[in-house]
């Protein structure tokens, strides 16, 4: 049975109504302000992050004023000409609900079958300036860093506590609303710390014994060097999770933003064996390295977690993560995408159906959508949903940045991949990944800067040389990028002597030959993205498009890219690239359309 909307017709908000974009107003309604020109959310002064379709979706609700939005409305707006899930608008509503936080979600009325609208009076308030008149001040979120815990007196095969508790610690605490965590391993030190610009540091140690697992940790104010507190944990080994959620809960309610967070409970699953969680600890640690052997040895340490225990979400978000690697070409594929996907897909919805407010699985499985199967509305909705639920997920923000990137939202990517770069500036990847979203949006001075940093923390960085050398070969700087293509080709395995080949070849027979070469170990690796934008660099449309139509039949990791990718700017409006096109669903988004 369908629920009239209050008032009858007039209480519903249509389509017809928004035919010019919502007013620059500000809008109140309960605790929140909204600043719609400063794209400003408070509560209580406190800002609070809303992400893409969810803002769009707030702005629709208080415009509105508390009359009905149907559903027809918000697909209408939101996705023109284009038919999204039932699904789709609701994930996206869930992720307003979250972004609103703890207490929010009967601010928006769900009318069966008909649509949503706010429950509390709107007013709309005079603006004044970068802050609305009569609204709090705002408030600043608590920052914090958190670094990977000595472990002086463990045996080797324990070292992983050290990294893998101050990880589980970050995780337990990413819900507490008004505060922003740096993941483990942003700094090394204070000084690190304060270059960072967070508000505190925790550290400690880990000791570990048949009977008891103890953890030191102090909280650190970064400004003035003083410690704050420091305690000793202690748990027996069978009930680890107690020990993580006691530190957790702690440093919770040494950073309030408000009298509520005081008494923040932070209650982690507790897996049905210990050794399940010590084990999942332990595969995260293997995950970080970013290379073959140690992701095939996590594949098998989460499987063997979910032996112990087949409900623990942890263990099925980390073995999607580890999926989505393996099926990555960046890692020269381990693994079948066909195979590789299809289980990052299954252990991510598995480990939402055990636990929803987990961003890790939402974040993976945003990322099966944009990878895989080319779901662009799915995979917003997932990865604004991981943000969302996690504002300081580096891994929920880069994701999100890169695919912000691939329809053309710029200055959204920008913004989200610059936010995760703020949490976590010595991440390697990140700054690999600022550097393509710098790239795509045409800014090839600031990719470069990117990528140069990523060289300062990890100089011996093959990654990093074949980027600029793409970057260098579009901008028609062709002796930069050979440089920069020989010293890729000295750190590739599979190119023994091949950088003194085609380093002569350039010298003897010039550059083209040199570059033909280069394509063929291009191809012959299975690197069929770099192989399409090196045979535009030498003026062979014709192959490049041979090898982006081998791209699509592989499904390889980078196809979003491929409406955004300067080097093929030249093959737009080629029957074949335009195929390419509407085969990944990218048609009508080469320039943003969303």
Not at 549 to 576: I, K, M, W
Request: hydrophobic content about 45%.
């Amino acid at each position: 049975m369908r629920r009239a909307a209050r008032g009858g017709a007039s209480a519903t908000c249509t389509f017809h109504e928004w035919a010019k974009p919502p007013g620059m107003s500000v809008y109140a309604f309960g605790p929140f302000i909204l600043d719609t020109a400063g794209r400003r959310l408070t509560r209580d002064g406190q800002r609070m992050a809303v992400p893409g379709k969810a803002w769009q979706i707030l702005l629709m609700l208080a415009d509105a004023g508390g009359r009905l939005v149907s559903h027809d409305t918000f697909r209408a707006r939101l996705w023109p000409n284009i038919v999204v899930e039932d699904r789709t608008l609701t994930v996206h509503m869930s992720t307003l609900r979250k972004a609103l936080g703890d207490g929010s979600a009967s601010l928006i009325e769900t009318v069966s079958r008909e649509g949503y609208r706010l429950a509390a009076p709107v007013r709309v308030l005079p603006a004044a300036g970068p802050q609305a008149e009569g609204a709090p001040p705002v408030a600043t979120s608590k920052t914090l860093a958190v670094r990977p815990f000595s472990t002086p007196e463990l045996a080797e095969a324990d070292s992983y506590l050290g990294v893998g508790i101050a990880d589980a610690v970050t995780t337990a605490l990413s819900g507490v609303p008004g505060v922003t965590i740096s993941p483990v391993d942003a700094v090394e030190d204070l000084a690190g710390a304060r270059s960072l610009g967070v508000e505190h540091l925790l550290e400690g140690s880990v000791q570990r014994s048949a009977e008891r697992l103890r953890v030191e940790v102090r909280l650190i104010e970064v400004a003035s060097g003083r410690t704050e507190w420091s305690e000793r944990f202690e748990q027996a080994p069978m009930d680890p999770s107690a020990l993580q959620d006691a530190i957790a809960a702690r440093v919770a309610t040494s950073l309030p933003q408000s009298p509520s967070l005081v008494d923040e409970d932070v209650h982690s699953y507790r897996p049905r064996a210990a050794e399940a969680y010590f084990l999942q600890l332990e595969a995260r640690a293997h995950l970080k390295p970013f290379t073959r052997l140690p992701l095939i040895k996590a594949l098998t340490l989460f499987e063997q977690a979910l032996v112990l225990d087949p409900d623990y979400a942890m263990a099925h978000a980390g073995l999607a993560s580890t999926y989505l690697l393996m099926a990555s070409t960046a890692m020269l594929r381990p693994l079948q995408v066909d195979e590789a996907m299809p289980m990052a897909r299954r252990h991510a919805q598995r480990a939402i159906a055990l636990d929803e407010g987990l961003a890790e699985a939402w974040a993976a499985l945003g990322r099966v959508k944009m990878e895989y199967d080319w779901d662009w509305d799915g995979a917003e909705a997932d990865l604004a949903h991981a943000v969302a639920l996690n504002a300081s997920s580096v891994e929920a923000l880069g994701t999100y940045g890169q695919f912000l990137s691939a329809m053309g939202r710029h200055d959204e990517a920008i913004d989200a991949m610059e936010q995760a770069q703020r949490l976590d500036p010595r991440s390697v990847e990140t700054l690999q990944h600022l550097a393509i979203v710098y790239w795509m949006a045409g800014q090839a001075d600031r990719a470069l800067a990117a990528v140069g940093d990523s060289l300062k923390v990890l100089p011996a960085s093959t990654r990093a040389h074949y980027g600029r050398m793409m970057i260098l070969d579009q901008l028609g700087r062709r002796d930069e990028a050979m440089a920069e293509r020989l010293t890729t080709l000295r750190g590739l395995a599979v190119a023994e002597g091949m950088a003194e080949h085609v380093e002569a070849l350039a010298r003897t027979k010039g550059w083209r030959e040199a570059m033909i070469v280069w394509i063929g170990l291009l191809e012959r690796t299975n690197r069929w993205e770099g192989a399409a934008q090196q045979w535009v660099a030498v003026g062979e449309p014709g192959r490049a498009l041979d090898a982006l139509e081998h791209c699509v039949r592989a499904r390889t990791t980078y196809l979003c890219f491929t409406a955004q990718n300067p080097c093929f700017r030249s093959l737009h409006g080629d029957p074949r690239f335009e195929q390419i096109l509407r085969t990944l669903k990218l048609d009508g988004r080469a320039k943003g359309e969303s």
